[in-house]
């Protein structure tokens, strides 16, 4: 998964000319999943591989929910490929009509499985898994894409009492680059220390 990241350059590492993330940290990397949705290699082995996943990890489910915006896409083929009802969550309810903030039949009671594509501090995934357990939904964990295997979203994702599962990871994914060459030796301490504190780092 690493590998497909660098190459469709879903993932960029920029160790000396950082990013700025929309919570205002700065970061050598950046992580945009939805590029995965243009290439039909990869996008086919996410759904084959989250599929898989889940059911090693979680067993028979009977719904899946993405979590808007970029997990309705990968949870709507990962939905396919079990054939399973689908679901998504808002970030907030919906400010008119009826007012949803989980858009889809009612599968309240159903054992369900949340779709993420990247996992940071974990808040804004377990905002929808806490949505769907107060509709009556049995989450038995969520699956995504790529974490970048912060301390804060490991601590998170225990006190909701909430496993998660990844395809792929901050460590083998630096791992992968240096040995690639994607990125020089000397990067990787930068790399390092940033994961350590990030919202601090560069400050």
Not at 94 to 119: F, S, T, Y
Not at 130 to 142: E, H, P
Request: one cysteine or more; aromatic letters at 10%; hydrophobic letters at 40%.
């Amino acid at each position: 998964m690493a590998e497909f990241l660098l190459q469709i350059k879903a993932i960029k590492l920029q160790p000396n000319n950082p990013f700025t993330w929309a919570s205002g940290w700065k970061s050598p990397i950046y992580c945009d999943n939805r590029i995965t949705l243009s290439h039909p290699t990869v996008r086919t082995y996410i759904r084959q591989q989250l599929t898989k996943l889940i059911q090693e990890k979680f067993g028979a489910v009977g719904c899946i929910a993405g979590v808007a915006t970029a997990g309705i896409p990968q949870g709507v083929l990962v939905a396919q490929e079990l054939g399973l009802p689908f679901i998504y969550v808002r970030a907030k309810p919906k400010e008119h009509g009826r007012g949803n903030m989980i858009e889809g039949d009612d599968m309240a009671g159903k054992r369900v499985v949340v779709i993420e594509d990247l996992i940071s501090t974990g808040k804004s995934s377990l905002q929808a898994v806490d949505a769907l357990r107060d509709a009556g939904y049995d989450v038995c964990g969520l699956a995504a894409i790529f974490t970048y295997q912060f301390d804060v979203a490991t601590d998170n994702f225990n006190e909701a009492k909430c496993p998660f599962v990844t395809l792929s990871n901050y460590g083998a994914l630096i791992k992968y680059a240096e040995k690639h060459q994607y990125i020089a030796p000397e990067d990787t301490a930068i790399l390092t220390k940033w994961r350590e504190n990030p919202s601090t780092w560069g400050q």
